[in-house]
């Protein structure tokens, strides 16, 4: 049976990517620091489900492994610095997402069955605007993207240098279960069922996405696990051919709990892509990845999900 070791594995896509690898039969080890970036009692509750599933968990930060397992065969590495938020200092995105990556990179030149190191990057890489293929210019506008092209660029090298099995897929937007509590649709959904307001950036409600169901993205990163040889030395985008505008979005959430949203503008911020679109042309072509989830069926699972295992339940912020 294959070993993967996901890092960030009791965040929102990493506990997500476990599960999925665990119900599809592979042996899966896990890596996370539990920070505080938001609520560490989630990615402990979301750590222990995994547990259950008989997924290995060390509580380490990527900063200072060492060594951990020496049979792996697949590393997914979803752990980063994520969000644009201004409280949190340059020094963090580039210690979490440039030095991190290094550390484990330079584990995995000394593992000797490695197939495939997935190195997770997003379409933040592009800047304002993301909507053309792998081949398009690359302009980040916030620190995170500035880093996480940093931490591509630099994985990149140990396959062009060392001939190390590396790949990226840059994300777009991905939303579900156990999606960060500061993203979108849950603190609308949050808002909604609280009923409380929900604040918006100004301007924000025209900025449109590939909304990404996190179900599809892992469909997705199992597609490459099952085809190393296709995507050694690749980079892809990995998302949805569905574009919204947040204003779609938020009327989506609306029809699904058949509640009407408060919404109080706030000043816009900085950083924030304006249109994302993501062009999937290549994955399609070669790892025949096809995103079947409607916008509309993804929120109804996320509704779903946070009002079975978060409303009321458990602390869902920091």
């Known amino acids: ?65 060492t060594q951990l397992d020496n049979d792996i065969d ?64 690359l302009k980040p506008t916030s620190h995170y993207g500035v880093t996480k092209l940093c931490a591509e660029k630099l994985a990149m090298s140990y396959y062009y240098e060392n001939q190390l099995p ?34 918006l950036f100004e301007g924000s409600e025209k900025h449109s996405r590939s ?25 892809f985008n990995l998302g949805s051919d569905q574009e919204v505008t947040t204003a779609q979005g938020i009327k989506t959430i609306e029809e699904i709990t058949g509640k009407k949203i408060e919404i109080i503008h706030v000043p816009k911020r900085t950083g924030d892509q304006k249109r994302t679109s993501a062009n999937i042309d290549k994955i399609k072509t070669v790892l025949n990845y096809q995103p079947k989830t409607t916008l509309k069926q993804g929120l109804q699972a996320q509704v779903d999900w946070y009002l079975r295992d978060m409303h009321n339940k458990i602390k869902y912020e920091s």
């Open 74 to 137: 697949f590393i997914i590495h979803c752990a980063a610095q994520p969000g644009i938020s201004a409280t949190t200092s340059f020094a963090s995105y580039v210690s979490n997402n440039i030095n991190a990556t290094q550390n484990l990179l330079h584990f995995a030149k000394q593992l000797p069955q490695l197939q495939l190191f997935v190195y997770i990057s997003t379409s933040s890489v592009y800047g304002a605007t993301a909507t053309g293929p792998e081949t398009s210019e």
């Open 166 to 199: 590396v790949c990226a897929m840059r994300l777009f937007s991905v939303y579900g279960e156990r999606e960060r509590p500061e993203k979108l649709y849950p603190l609308l959904i949050k808002s909604i069922y609280e009923k409380r307001p929900f604040t």
């Open 211 to 235: 909304f990404s169901y996190v179900g599809d993205i892992t469909n997705g990163l199992l597609r490459a696990i099952q085809n190393p040889q296709l995507c050694i030395g690749e980079i």
């Open 1 to 65: 049976m294959k070993k993967i070791l996901v890092t960030g594995i009791a965040g929102f896509i990493g506990s997500n990517l476990g599960e999925y690898l665990r119900k599809n039969d592979y042996t899966v080890v896990g890596i996370d620091n539990f920070n505080d970036y938001y609520s560490p009692t989630l990615k402990k509750y979301y750590a222990k489900k995994l547990e259950e599933l008989g997924v290995k968990i060390y509580h380490r930060d990527l900063n200072e492994m």
